[in-house]
């Protein structure tokens, strides 16, 4: 087997060093997800982001725990759904899900989406500064904020998130959130940042790019992410496209051909505005 890929690392505004790439673990459920997970971190991975909506959580944190790599060495993901928001659910809702990990400790804890006509994503995010306080969660974040959801958290709670995770692909290059990111000191995680399935990856654009890097189109794309400063979380379950995924720094895009990527602008994979989607 080929050794494990070094991945570098971003600093979070509370510290943390961050790896550059994560790896998505929605639809890796069950025996083969923790075997899935357990080869991904044989291969470097060190971040992972589960749910407790994915029902994946046992299966991701048997594979931390089965693993060789030591537990200091992994940073877990997980998320606070939608039916649990409110200080107390919120403080539940933890439990359940440090429960289905069988872990000590979470090292990032996202609101999974905002819901603003539910309008309780101050007083979960006011929980998660207990549950950081009390040393459960060591990174404490939000995921699909747009800015005004951001800020009304930092006025409110005076915690900046850590990390916004947010859909986020050549598709949908999110210019605009990524600068309020940067300005606030908030890292930007990419979700679907392969494009889901989509027709991206045989973009002629991104092909001609990894053909003059002598890379792949997914190298290309996860690449065009690291090099906006943005984290992403390629999912995959197969050994060999984990190994490509994370395998993306050993050549350098131009300056121009980040900007040709992002001319790929075109919106949103489904219909997942944070302001009307509601999941619970
Ligand atoms: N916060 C949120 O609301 C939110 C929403 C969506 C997703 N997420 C997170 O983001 C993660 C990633 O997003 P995603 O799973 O939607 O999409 P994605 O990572 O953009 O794409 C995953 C798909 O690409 C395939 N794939 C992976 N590597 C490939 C390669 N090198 N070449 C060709 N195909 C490849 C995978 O298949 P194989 O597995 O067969 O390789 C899978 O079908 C999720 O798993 C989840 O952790 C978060």
């Given at each position: 087997m080929a050794g494990a890929l070094s991945v570098p690392t971003l600093t979070l505004n509370d510290g943390t060093a961050f790896p550059a790439v994560g790896l998505g673990t929605y639809k890796l459920n069950g025996d083969d997800g923790t075997t899935a997970v357990k080869c991904a971190l044989d291969t470097g991975y060190r971040l992972l982001d589960t749910a407790l909506n994915y029902t994946n959580e046992g299966a991701v944190g048997r594979a931390v725990r089965e693993s060789d790599v030591p537990r200091g060495e992994i940073l877990v993901t997980s998320k606070l759904p939608g039916r649990h928001h409110g200080y107390d659910e919120t403080l539940a809702s933890f439990e359940e899900t440090r429960a289905n990990l069988g872990l000590?400790?979470?090292?990032?804890?996202?609101?999974?989406?905002?819901?603003?006509?539910?309008?309780?994503?101050?007083?979960?995010?006011?929980?998660?500064?207990?549950?950081?306080?009390?040393?459960?969660?060591?990174?404490?974040?939000?995921?699909?904020?747009?800015?005004?959801?951001?800020?009304?958290?930092?006025?409110?709670?005076?915690?900046?998130?850590?990390?916004?995770q947010v859909e986020l692909h050549p598709y949908f290059?999110?210019?605009?959130?990524?600068?309020?990111?940067?300005?606030?000191?908030?890292?930007?995680?990419?979700?679907?940042?392969?494009?889901?399935?989509?027709?991206?990856?045989?973009?002629?654009?991104?092909?001609?790019?990894?053909?003059?890097h002598s890379v792949t189109p997914t190298q290309v794309v996860v690449r065009w992410h690291?090099?906006?400063?943005?984290?992403?979380?390629?999912?995959?379950?197969?050994?060999?496209?984990?190994?490509?995924?994370?395998?993306?720094?050993?050549?350098?895009?131009?300056?121009?051909?980040?900007?040709?990527i992002s001319g790929l602008e075109r919106g949103r994979l489904w219909d997942g505005d944070p302001e009307t989607h509601e999941e619970f």
């Open positions: 000590d400790h979470v090292d990032l804890y996202l609101i999974h989406w905002p819901l603003p006509r539910i309008d309780k994503y101050v007083e979960s995010f006011r929980a998660f500064k207990k549950l950081q306080d009390e040393g459960l969660v060591t990174s404490i974040g939000v995921s699909n904020f747009t800015e005004a959801h951001l800020r009304r958290v930092i006025d409110e709670t005076g915690v900046v998130p850590a990390v916004n290059p999110q210019a605009a959130l990524r600068g309020v990111h940067e300005a606030l000191g908030i890292v930007t995680e990419s979700w679907s940042p392969i494009g889901k399935q989509s027709e991206l990856l045989t973009e002629k654009v991104i092909t001609d790019i990894a053909a003059a690291v090099q906006l400063g943005a984290v992403p979380l390629p999912k995959s379950g197969d050994a060999g496209r984990q190994r490509e995924n994370l395998d993306v720094f050993g050549f350098e895009l131009t300056q121009a051909e980040v900007t040709a």
